[in-house]
């Protein structure tokens, strides 16, 4: 018995992933063969990774299980939120004023950081992002958060969105207002992910696939990453994989458990796409088990929902993830499914990520919750360029290890979660 099941590991970007289908042309990548020297090993080439190989460059050596943006980075949403993935009001009262404002900043940076990615990688980038309220009378909450970010944050990209401009604005009538954020969007991100891949290989960054880390030790003041076909011997080791983290994270994996999320593509939907989300953004709504949805550039509607909390995926994702876009869109009730899959994300307790030096020489950052698409190609920066002051803010945020120890953190998880997503069907 282990303290967790094991997690599909990607290969080599899941079956029916719309993404997959629509990149461009990528190589092919050799795995690690033999003994090599690097400053800094990278493992995992997701946003983060990809992030920190695109700052060091030939400093860099990025050790890949699977494949560029194979997990959680190439099967996400695409959905670009600004902010930490707790609003501001939360983190106010969790870590104090000072460090939920450094927070804010940091997060405008990651936006800015993000940006200047999509002006040199093409990767469908569509600007504005919608939080739509799935329960009535929430005007007021959201009028208050509204006048929070614009007082004391000085954003003034969020607005209130009314129940009758939502129902035009997304063609259907089952929310009941919410709020447009303009800072926000969604991207394609498997497109991302191997531009940044590209532009970090351009910079001198050497990138190894089909290379699982499997443990790391100190040698001679050095620290050497075993793989199965060769060693990595460096000065520093930045460890990353959201969910799919093994043992070499050690500590980092009590604080942050793998879960499951589905998506789905329709066919292009032709002239009705035309009556659904108007504007082009990203949507989002309040639930626990968030419905997430947007459309693609040739008119399909992407629409994530459902998760579980177990190996593995069901045997019919487009059915369960079609279930819940009849339930937001019920005249796409027979819309054909072209593409449906799976992805495996790290969440931690609090819902902020784990970003922690666990060793000297060191650090893990997982557990983006859902929200690294903007946030973990910024971490994964700060990591490469050692800032002190950013990775200490990161490291303060609590991420408390999930409760239950070793053999019972997963059940007694699952049953929390479960009971969450319960909720949403009351």
């Not at 790391?216 to 930045?238: A, F, P, S, Y």
């Not at 604080?255 to 789905?264: E, L, S």
């Not at 650090?363 to 973990?376: I, N």
């Not at 945020?397 to 479960?418: E, N, Y």
Request: hydrophobic letters at 40%; charged letters at 20%.
């Amino acid at each position: 018995m282990t303290d967790e099941p094991p997690h599909p590991y990607p290969s080599p970007h899941g079956r029916g992933n719309w993404y997959a289908d629509t990149v461009p042309d990528f190589p092919d990548l050799p795995p690690l063969d033999g003994d090599v020297q690097t400053e800094v090993c990278v493992v995992g080439a997701g946003f983060t990774g990809l992030g920190a190989a695109l700052a060091l460059g030939k400093r860099a050596i990025v050790l890949e299980a699977a494949h560029v943006g194979a997990a959680a980075t190439g099967r996400n949403g695409g959905q670009v939120h600004t902010g930490q993935r707790r609003d501001q009001a939360w983190l106010e009262k969790t870590v104090g004023q000072n460090d939920a404002h450094a927070l804010w900043r940091l997060a405008e940076d990651a936006r800015v950081h993000f940006r200047t990615l999509t002006d040199t990688i093409a990767c469908d980038w569509r600007p504005g992002m919608i939080h739509a309220r799935h329960k009535p009378h929430g005007e007021v909450e959201d009028a208050a958060y509204v006048a929070l970010m614009a007082i004391e944050y000085g954003y003034e990209q969020l607005e209130l969105i009314g129940q009758d401009e939502l129902a035009h604005e997304l063609g259907t009538d089952v929310y009941h207002g919410g709020l447009v954020d303009r800072g926000g969007g969604h991207v394609h991100p498997l497109k991302l992910a191997q531009g940044m891949a590209r532009e970090a290989m351009a910079a001198g960054a050497v990138l190894y696939e089909h290379t699982r880390a499997e443990a790391w030790r100190r040698q001679g003041g050095k620290i050497v990453v075993e793989t199965g076909r060769g060693r990595v011997t460096c000065e520093r080791l930045i460890i990353t994989g959201d969910g799919c983290l093994n043992a070499m994270a050690g500590g980092a994996r009590a604080r942050v458990m793998p879960i499951n999320n589905f998506i789905a593509v329709t066919a292009p939907l032709g002239a009705l796409a035309d009556e659904i989300i108007r504007s082009n953004a990203a949507v989002s709504d309040s639930r626990f088990v968030v419905n997430y949805f947007r459309k693609t550039p040739d008119g399909r509607l992407l629409f994530g929902g459902g998760e579980n909390y177990r190996p593995g995926f069901p045997r019919d994702i487009a059915g369960l993830v079609a279930r819940n876009l009849a339930r937001v869109y019920p005249r796409l009730a027979d819309a054909p499914i072209t593409h449906a899959w799976g992805g495996t994300l790290g969440i931690t307790l609090s819902r902020m990520p784990f970003v922690g030096e666990v060793a000297p020489g060191v650090r893990v950052a997982s557990g983006y919750s859902g929200q690294g698409v903007m946030l973990a190609p910024y971490v994964g920066r700060l990591l490469a360029e050692e800032n002190a002051e950013a990775l200490d803010l990161l490291a303060r945020v609590p991420t408390p290890p999930f409760p239950g120890g070793r053999w019972l953190r997963w059940p007694l998880t699952v049953a929390g979660l479960s009971w969450y997503a319960l909720r949403d069907r009351l």
